[in-house]
């Protein structure tokens, strides 16, 4: 049973418009969320979290969501650039779990267009 | 900054070969993870340690072993190389404790031939 989902696996965006990837949980445990943005032939890198403390933090043109009563938590890239192409994914750990044993999502790969 | 080294990009082995890759961090991290990343199944967690010569399985073990002889380095063993583990192998390191981030080297590509 897969705990976190990337219901898309793609999107594709317009370069100026709002790139919106969505992430659904189902374990109610997990109260720590992180999205990561993974280049090709690149691995991984942190690119914003959130704590189920808060609904929403910001950080620059990134914005992550967190409803909880939804288990669902979605990314906001405004205004999306090409240089923002890349996949996305969403991972969810407890408070108390290592960060690395965090449960990842499938990933969704942006493609956002010129 | 944090450095993950993988020190092998791509590899090309035979059926049954013994394979090994090799994973070095420089930020003294007590933890340290390998993972596989395939199409449509995302990261999923082989092996991780927590000390010097201490293991344990994450969620897809079987065919691969772990050696964690000296704090920075972390090595993925795949005894008998087969065809269904061609894939992306990232290593990872985090430092102690939760609320922290991964720190993922840049991938070894392997494929089975």
């Known amino acids: 049973d897969q705990q976190v989902k990337q219901n898309s696996p793609s999107l594709s965006v317009q370069e100026g418009r709002i790139s919106i990837l969505n992430c659904d949980y189902t374990?109610?445990?997990?109260?720590?969320f992180l999205w990561y943005k993974k280049y090709p032939a690149e691995g991984p890198t942190f690119l914003i979290s959130i704590s189920s403390i808060k609904d929403k933090n910001e950080d620059g043109r990134f914005t992550v969501f967190l409803n909880k009563s939804a288990k669902h938590l979605s990314l906001h890239i405004v205004p999306s650039q090409p240089g923002d192409s890349a996949v996305y994914f969403c991972a969810a750990r407890g408070s108390n779990t290592n960060a690395g044993k965090s449960t990842f999502g499938d990933g969704t790969t942006l493609t956002v267009k010129p | 900054d944090v450095k993950v080294t993988q020190s092998s990009r791509y590899l090309v082995k035979r059926t049954g070969e013994k394979v090994f890759l090799e994973c070095v961090q420089d930020?003294?991290?007590?933890?340290m993870f390998w993972y596989r990343q395939d199409p449509g199944l995302g990261l999923r967690l082989i092996y991780f340690s927590y000390d010097v010569k201490m293991k344990e399985k994450g969620d897809i073990p079987e065919g691969y072993s772990v050696s964690r002889e000296k704090k920075e380095r972390f090595s993925l063993i795949l005894e008998s190389a087969s065809t269904n583990q061609t894939s992306m192998y990232l290593c990872?390191?985090?430092?102690?404790?939760?609320?922290?981030?991964?720190?993922f080297g840049e991938g070894s590509w392997l494929t089975v031939v």
């Open positions: 374990n109610s445990m997990f109260d720590y």
């Open positions: 990872a390191s985090t430092s102690g404790g939760s609320g922290n981030t991964i720190y």
């Open positions: 930020m003294d991290h007590e933890n």
